[in-house]
């Protein structure tokens, strides 16, 4: 059983570990200037590379596209629900109990568990995750135009590239597809390092919001993964990472527009330190949920 969990989920603790240490170092770290690199260019790169050579069909695809719709509806409608009911800030607190860490921590989980079909498919949750915040944030949270923040969005062109370039067959010229395999490959190992010195640097204040916002994100997003996966008769790569990525813990950039727009960063900050460690704690038990035949071999 180890055999099979240790090389899926060591490179990716290693990774956020060094960000972790790098933060209680001390040494300066530009996690706002990482962030900018990752989601403009090597973000971009990632997506072209990632869909440009997804092993599955285009339906499989855009399947799991759907599913990521879906997955963001139900946690939006259950988590609006609950927190309503709780007298909870809905402007501060449901952004992180509807995005997940899909990209710093779900890519990378699934690249080593499933391989590049797996990370094919993954990218489509990154996508929506990505376009959903970068309209929802603004127009929920703040007051910038959406429209113009997306036109200015390198992930939304790259996106169209890739489908245009999956759905026609086409394929890239070496010397541009080598260009952005090379630039997205410093994408995930910069997340991980980004996530895990967001962990060194970010306090718990309030232990009770930030854990009520942790459960919220990881027990609404496994419930709506599965959910889904059984409704839809998902199997193979495409089950495992629809329930993988549904389940992952509050992402960072929810950190970033919380600080922006003062709308209590510092329950956010905590959820994401809480709900993170819950996470690495009950992910070899989802692993061992999501990938049973390869485990038993």
Request: hydrophobic letters at 60%; one cysteine or more.
């Amino acid at each position: 059983m180890y055999r099979q969990l240790i090389p899926i989920l060591a490179p990716v603790a290693l990774c956020a570990l060094l960000g972790f240490g790098w933060a209680r170092s001390k040494v300066p770290f530009d996690r706002a200037f990482v962030t900018r690199v990752v989601m403009n260019i090597g973000a971009p790169c990632l997506i072209l590379d990632g869909i440009g050579r997804l092993q599955a069909d285009t339906p499989a695809f855009l399947l799991t596209l759907m599913v990521a719709v879906l997955a963001l509806a139900i946690c939006a409608s259950a988590g609006y629900a609950v927190l309503r009911l709780g007298g909870q800030p809905l402007r501060s607190h449901l952004p992180p109990v509807v995005f997940g860490n899909v990209g710093n921590l779900g890519l990378p989980l699934c690249l080593f568990a499933f391989g590049r079909e797996g990370l094919g498919l993954a990218l489509a949750f990154f996508v929506v995750g990505a376009v959903a915040q970068f309209i929802i944030g603004p127009l929920f949270q703040g007051r910038d135009p959406a429209w113009l923040t997306l036109l200015r969005t390198p992930i939304i062109y790259a996106v169209v590239a890739a489908l245009l370039i999956l759905s026609l067959k086409w394929s890239l010229p070496l010397w541009l597809s080598n260009s952005v395999e090379l630039i997205g490959g410093v994408s995930i190992p910069l997340m991980l390092l980004a996530l895990g010195h967001a962990l060194g640097s970010f306090q718990v204040d309030r232990l009770a919001a930030a854990t009520r916002i942790a459960v919220l994100r990881l027990g609404l997003g496994f419930a709506a993964g599965l959910a889904l996966a059984q409704m839809l008769g998902l199997e193979g790569v495409m089950r495992g990472v629809v329930i993988i990525e549904s389940s992952m813990p509050v992402a960072v950039f929810n950190f970033l527009l919380a600080d922006r727009y003062d709308r209590h960063p510092a329950d956010v900050a905590g959820a994401i330190v809480v709900s993170t460690l819950i996470a690495f704690v009950v992910l070899p038990v989802l692993l061992l949920f999501v990938l049973p035949a390869q485990v038993a071999r």
